[in-house]
């Protein structure tokens, strides 16, 4: 029996090649494989597959699933094997399909990439292709733990006892969804080793945990959502989505941790994640040269790097009735065009940016009344606006030339993409791989622009994007108690330094309770800060406050960005903290609800000024509800 190992920074992940294909072998732990009692399973329904289609399994489920009927046997061939990545063909002659799997590890992060690559001699119609199949040890049963939420509520953390049975979480809206995020955690119902399993995909998508009752391992599957046929023609081939795993014997924390890790890997230089001012609360649609400027002043003096002009800078776009699609400069509202704003921007010491939204076209604009035929059908108005298809070659062009246009006719230095509406019908395949083509093109054709993904708040997060952009907009909710319960869930998954958060003056929705313009400060800092409110309305104290609070950010800000994460309790307590740690610096971002005691927090390493138990003690003394601590590692 030939095995392979792969390793990663600290562990490996090993296959082996048996009669029945490319299985398991080792990963955090040996993986048992214990021969079938009864005669209801076959052996490849047993075994820790790598990839199973239906009809190599039998009894229980597989990754791909051909139309028809169609009983696929396929069998392995060549495999190709270094440290970091191993390529095994398997091939099912009759039907004319061979399938590539790919497993690619790294010296410098925990995560194992796993994907395939479907090849067809004839005409297929799948009606599931998923692109690996996950053999967690960690049975009989799970610890499922998932992110779920609604649009202001993402990132909520569920965590369910699965002792047998199947669950699936998934998106229909054609995008990664504000309902579920693609990611699992699990872990061994009695506690134990914690593995995680993400799929780097932003448009329609499914993740499958099915528990075997009694069986070692939990299987984990996902792709692109499987409710709607894949065609693929003779000679063409179909590269999956791509899935990472991790493992950690620190539970689900330490997933957590080797996820940012790894993402870290992703990320441009910190240039790319500055202090953004955006106007959209000080001026919704009501977008004025003068106003703007006053507004600049304003963010200037507290310390912006980057002032971005959000919805209502284009022609006819008065209201979200109309507009969108109609990409220039409106002719009233800036008669001179956008020189005299960008320059006055840029003049007071900051970065310009703006607003876009490529993917969506209102029915009142002059693009959809020239083109209504590159609208995804069927014609069902959200927000007002229909779809874009980009997965029509013509409209990826016209988006890719509107983009050099704006990005070439202006000093653009920042751009912040949105998407408010779900696509029709799921969206498909060729959409969301246009959308990553447009986003690699923005990253490659213009480095010196920032890129923020979003979709009504946290409606497009995931791997992919986040290897596409600079940083991602969490939620459309900003009320400071809310936000950080999302923030407390995202971490979980992603990393600190592409979490965009902004200071405003909007209420929370859920938790009213009063905070204060440092708790909101705080809250924003935890990771890429932003100011969203109407700095105009604001007294000259609160303005020097912000500048104080600002100043206090740059000081933490490549602690936050790069250091290792822990959670002191959680936003649901009557006080908790977030700490990131670098190799000479612990920062403590604390939060306390009214006539909480002071925080007692140990930092799990050696601080100066810590007590003799190693613990440190938060006081509150930035705000009564909110406190930021800044210790110096010892040694």
């Known amino acids: 029996m030939t095995e392979w190992e792969l390793r990663t920074a600290g562990s490996s992940y090993a ?43 039998h009894a229980q489920a597989a990754e791909l699933l051909v139309a028809g009927g169609v009983a696929l046997r396929l069998v392995l061939g060549s495999v190709e094997h270094t440290d970091h990545r191993l390529r095994a063909l398997l091939r099912d002659d ?113 993740l499958g945990v099915d528990a075997v009752p009694f069986r070692e391992v939990v299987r984990v599957s996902g792709g692109i959502a499987d409710e709607g046929p894949i065609e693929l023609a003779a000679g063409e081939e179909l590269e999956t989505p791509h899935l990472l795993g991790v493992h950690s014997p620190d539970g689900p924390a330490g997933v957590a941790r080797a996820w940012h890790a790894y993402q870290r890997r992703l990320a441009r230089g910190p240039e790319h994640r500055p202090i953004v001012y955006n106007s959209w609360y000080a001026t919704t649609f009501d977008v004025r040269l003068e106003h703007q400027l006053a507004l600049a002043d304003a963010a200037a003096e507290v310390g912006v790097e980057v002032f971005v002009v959000d919805d209502g800078w284009f022609r006819g776009r008065t209201s979200d009735r109309a507009g969108l699609g109609d990409w220039f400069v409106d002719e009233h509202k800036f008669p001179d065009g956008l020189a005299p704003l960008v320059d006055g921007v840029r003049e007071r010491g900051m970065r310009f940016g703006l607003w876009v939204e490529p993917e969506a076209v209102s029915p009142d604009s002059d693009l959809y009344r ?171 104290r609160m303005r020097e406050r912000a500048r104080e609070m600002v100043a206090l950010y740059r000081e933490i800000r490549p602690v936050v960005h790069a250091g ?39 930092p799990g390493v050696a601080c100066r000024g810590a007590a003799a138990d190693g613990t440190v003690e938060v006081p509150f003394r930035l705000a009564p509800d909110c406190d930021v601590l800044v210790l110096d590692r010892d040694g």
């Open 15 to 57: 296959v082996r090649a048996t009669q029945l294909g490319l299985e398991l072998a080792h990963w955090g732990r040996p993986v048992r494989v214990v021969p079938p009692k009864g005669s209801f399973e076959t052996p490849a329904d047993i075994a820790p597959l790598e990839f199973a289609a239906a009809g190599t399994r």
């Open 94 to 206: 009759d039907a004319g399909l061979e399938v590539e799997l790919v497993v690619q590890t790294s010296p410098d992060h925990e995560v194992v990439e796993r994907w395939a690559v479907l090849r067809a001699e004839r005409d297929l119609v799948l009606h599931r292709a998923f692109g690996a199949g996950w053999n967690v040890p960690v049975g009989p049963g799970a610890r499922v733990g998932t992110l779920a939420g609604a649009w202001s509520r993402e990132c909520t953390p569920a965590e369910v006892d699965l002792p047998a049975g199947q669950l699936s979480v998934g998106s229909r809206q054609g995008i990664t969804s504000h309902t579920y995020a693609p990611v699992v955690v699990l872990r061994p119902r009695d506690g134990g080793d914690a593995y995680g399993i993400a799929l780097a995909w932003s448009g329609s998508w499914r």
């Open 370 to 540: 020239a083109h209504p035929e590159w609208v995804h059908r069927p014609l069902i108005t959200l927000r007002n606006q229909y779809v874009l298809d980009l997965g029509n070659p013509e409209v990826e062009a016209w988006v890719a030339a509107m983009l050099h246009r704006l990005l070439t006719e202006h000093p653009i230095s920042y751009l912040k993409w949105d998407m408010n509406r779900a696509i029709p019908l799921g969206g498909s395949v060729a959409h969301t791989r246009a959308y990553h083509r447009l986003m690699r093109m923005l990253r490659e054709e213009f480095p010196h622009v920032t890129v923020e993904a979003c979709a009504g708040g946290g409606g497009r997060v995931d791997n992919a994007v986040l290897a596409v952009s600079d940083v991602v907009w969490p939620s459309d909710e900003t009320g400071p108690r809310d936000r950080l319960a999302i923030q407390h869930g995202f971490l979980s998954a992603y990393p600190p330094h592409v979490m965009s958060s902004w200071v405003t003056d909007e209420p929370d929705r859920l938790d009213t309770t009063p905070a204060s313009l440092e708790f909101r400060f705080v809250v924003a800092m935890a990771g890429v800060l932003g100011i969203g409110t109407d700095l105009l309305a604001w007294t000259p």
């Open 564 to 602: 290792e994460v822990t959670w002191h309790g959680s936003p649901a307590d009557p006080a908790c903290a977030v700490q990131y740690t670098t190799d000479d610096r612990v920062v403590l971002l604390a939060w306390a609800r009214p006539g909480a005691d002071p925080l007692r927090v140990h």
